[in-house]
């Protein structure tokens, strides 16, 4: 069974400019989460999809970033535009269903620093 | 004040010495308490899950939840060089944004042959 795929897995951009995140989830997952660990602090919640439907985006930082699921497969991550305090690990995550006791499956991640 | 503490260590020990790894939270809402491991450049890897109050085994490995002091751990016997790894506790509840994961900042381990 493959595991959750993101691409790039590094990505170096000057402030100002726009980078697009990609995640693929286990097939069949379909809930899909994406969650960033920012220099220094913990890894933290961003926002969850159940299929192509945003399930809760509480943990999304500002207008800057616009997360969308077309169809329910892959997940993209825009952040637009970059600001320096946007560096870190952007992490995406997936699960079959929504009990709280089934395990998030997590990609390597996807590293982004903004110059 | 954060939600989940954990001591960032690093943490060295010798081939075979147990190993404690704690973190202590606030939040009374969690009720799922989980133990991922995250190899360097790799995505975290759940490595035990508990509810609620209690102890579970699996192999080296032996997590407790006291949730009356709000402090859980994760011990590792005859610890092995392939444990060497961040390992991050994170809980969850049963509604709103507690459903969602919190993480504790992570406890650098080094095992060392």
């Known amino acids: 069974e493959a595991g959750v795929t993101q691409f790039p897995s590094h990505s170096v951009i000057e402030k100002g400019q726009t980078v697009t995140l990609r995640c693929d989830p286990i097939?069949?997952?379909?809930?899909l989460y994406w969650y960033r660990r920012v220099m220094g602090k913990e890894i933290k919640f961003l926002l969850h999809?159940?299929?192509?439907?945003?399930?809760?985006e509480s943990g999304m930082p500002n207008n800057r970033f616009l997360a969308e699921r077309t169809g329910g497969t892959y997940s993209t991550l825009k952040v637009q535009p970059a600001e320096l305090e946007d560096s870190g690990v952007y992490f995406c995550?997936?699960?079959?269903?929504?009990?709280?006791?089934?395990?998030?499956?997590f990609g390597n991640g996807t590293r982004l620093t903004v110059t | 004040q954060k939600e989940v503490e954990q001591d960032p260590g690093p943490l060295s020990v010798p081939e075979g010495a147990i190993v404690s790894l704690n973190c202590t939270y606030s939040?009374?809402?969690?009720?799922?308490f989980m133990w991922y491991r995250q190899y360097s450049r790799k995505g975290p890897e759940l490595l035990m899950y508990?509810?609620?109050?209690g102890n579970k085994e699996d192999g080296r490995f032996t997590a407790q939840v006291d949730k009356s002091s709000k402090y859980i751990s994760l011990f590792i016997r005859d610890s092995q060089p392939s444990d060497s790894a961040t390992y991050l506790c994170?809980?969850?509840?049963?509604?709103?944004?507690?459903?969602?994961?919190?993480f504790g900042s992570g406890t650098q381990l080094t095992v060392l042959p």
């Open positions: 508990t509810y609620s109050s």
């Open positions: 097939s069949g997952h379909d809930n």
């Open positions: 994170a809980m969850s509840g049963t509604s709103g944004s507690a459903r969602q994961l919190t």
């Open positions: 999809f159940v299929k192509e439907s945003k399930q809760d």
């Open positions: 939040n009374s809402a969690f009720q799922y």
């Open positions: 995550a997936s699960s079959p269903g929504t009990q709280l006791r089934e395990p998030l499956h």
